[in-house]
């Protein structure tokens, strides 16, 4: 038992030590997140799914305390262990700090120094083990206590070190970067929000998304903290010249404001991994056009600070649409976990193939030439936004009162706008919806269907909508991978 307790203490400490070290270093690189991030590039799509509609925007937080877990539990059995053989011990904890070393070196933005939190872990892990089973006592109760207290001792050391790397860690916060931030006015202002466009019915998704309350789904386990004064643009490849923007150079330039609508290709019929929100930024049509991008190059390979490559049809961004490269949301500047200080939005694309934040390189290219994370990833190079509505009340298996009962949501198509929703109950005949006014075709819209005469018993509710070219969205439900999903969305409720 002793032995396994030296082995999670021993642990203990050279996590700590860890943390310290990558904050002196100010990198992310500790242990946890460096293996973290290996396991992330390496895992199954089924897996990512899975930890996705299980966990939602808190998959990480849950990766990172499994795998903390897991090295825990590791060396509490490496520590049982070394009792009985010490170099079964030593040579456990060596290679867990050089699996972690290992890591951190394959990480996109590594750099040299990016191993040494793993490496002084191992070590300290090895010295720790082993001064601690050097106290271990055999049988008298006094050699008990001086290794418990040593044991505590070793414990409380390893909390004041991760407190303290911690404390480092959070000097690289840009707080006071985000709130120098000046923003300019647009030449182009978001056309005012018509009347009737928020409908005042209770439970339906309001028509702006509070930045706080959007949806993230990105693979970084630490929230990139990239400044102002540190960001810069290269915009390269195939176009006939080359140019590279600094922060001040991009807010000089003339930006627009519009009101969109985003969605993660990873959100499930009746999903909520959409939000809506008005942006401010510089189309990337005037970035691009003016480096006259050569023909052929149907593809714009975005770079994040963190190594993240997403790839965007050329043409989506040079058609017109207000595609952007986006400083703020919402009247503030982009929060950290959103992308600040700049990132990248398109109308009617999914965000994979869109929406790279903390960006900093753009390479015009070709599909044939490269494929980006997730495209190698199995999901489709390709992504328009398919067309989408949800019920957002009443709630599943929630109880209504007999009579009118109030049913709605949003629906949404991207570059196509919503034309008509459609409701019926249990397969009985289609109702059309009152629809909100609308705004733009890039955002979504608010619907509200009464349900008169609702009889108690337990109800199926189903709902389809109409984009703005006629088209219905399809009954048949697929699964987000490879493109999205669709289908109508249903809730079965009880009223009575």
């Known amino acids: 038992m002793l032995g396994g307790v030296a082995g999670l203490v021993a642990a203990l400490l050279a996590l700590g030590v860890a943390q310290l070290v990558s904050g002196l270093l100010e990198r992310p690189s500790t242990p946890v997140v460096s293996v973290g991030g290996a396991f992330v590039d390496r895992t199954p799509r089924w897996l990512k799914e899975f930890a996705i509609r299980q966990f939602g925007q808190h998959d990480k937080q849950v990766l990172l305390a499994g ?10 059995v490496i520590g049982v262990l070394a009792a009985r053989r010490r170099w079964i011990g030593y040579a456990g904890v060596a290679a867990l700090g050089l699996v972690a070393a290992g890591a951190a070196a ?16 191992g070590a300290v892990g090895v010295a720790a083990l082993a001064l601690l089973l050097r106290s271990t006592p055999v049988v008298h109760s006094a050699g008990r206590r001086s290794f418990l207290v040593f044991a505590g001792g070793s414990a409380a050391a390893a ?15 840009v707080g006071a970067s985000r709130r120098a931030v000046a923003l300019p006015k647009p030449v182009s202002p978001a056309p005012a929000l018509p009347a009737g466009a928020q409908l005042a019915v209770p439970g339906i998704t309001g028509f702006y998304t509070e930045p706080r309350d959007f949806y993230r789904v990105d693979t970084a386990l630490v929230v990139p903290q990239l400044s102002t004064d540190d960001w810069k643009l290269h915009i390269h490849g195939q176009v006939a010249e080359e140019r590279t923007l600094r922060w001040d150079d991009l807010l000089a330039m003339p930006m627009i404001e519009r009101d969109i609508t985003i969605s993660c290709v990873s959100n499930e019929v009746g999903g909520n991994l959409a939000g809506n929100a008005r942006w401010l930024g510089v189309p990337v049509k005037s970035l691009l056009q ?42 503030e500047p982009l929060r950290p976990e959103h992308g ?62 007999p009579g009118t009962v109030a049913v709605g949501g949003v629906a949404w198509a991207q570059e196509r706008g919503i034309s008509a929703v459609e409701v019926r109950v249990d ?25 008169t005469g609702a009889t108690s018993g337990v109800h199926t509710l189903q709902v389809r909508a109409t984009d703005g070219t006629g088209a219905v969205q399809p009954e048949k439900r ?19």
């Open 159 to 173: 909390g004041v070190a991760a407190l303290v790397g911690q404390r480092l860690t959070d000097r690289l916060d």
């Open 478 to 496: 697929e699964a987000p991978f490879p493109s999205g999903a669709t289908g109508w969305h249903s809730v079965v409720v009880r009223v009575g």
């Open 340 to 401: 600040f200080p700049v990132r990248m939005v398109v109308p009617g694309l999914y965000g994979y193939v869109s929406a790279c934040k903390w960006i900093t390189s753009m390479e015009v290219t070709t599909f044939a030439a490269y494929d980006p994370y997730w495209v190698q990833r199995g999901w489709k190079e390709q992504a328009p936004i398919k067309t989408f509505s949800r019920i957002d009340t009443p709630k599943p298996l929630s109880t209504s009162t």
């Open 427 to 451: 397969e009985g005949p289609w109702q059309k919806a009152e629809l909100a006014a609308s705004n733009t075709k890039d955002t979504w819209r608010q619907w509200l269907w009464r349900w």
């Open 67 to 76: 795998v903390i877990t897991t090295v825990l539990l590791g060396a509490v």
């Open 106 to 121: 394959t990480r996109p933005t590594a750099t040299a120094v990016d191993v040494l939190p793993s490496l002084v872990a």
């Open 290 to 331: 003016p480096l006259r991008p050569k023909t052929g190059a149907d593809q714009v390979v975005s770079r994040s600070v963190d190594g993240m490559t997403i790839g965007t049809p050329t043409a989506a961004l040079l058609d017109g649409r207000d595609a952007m490269l986006v400083v703020a949301m919402n009247g």
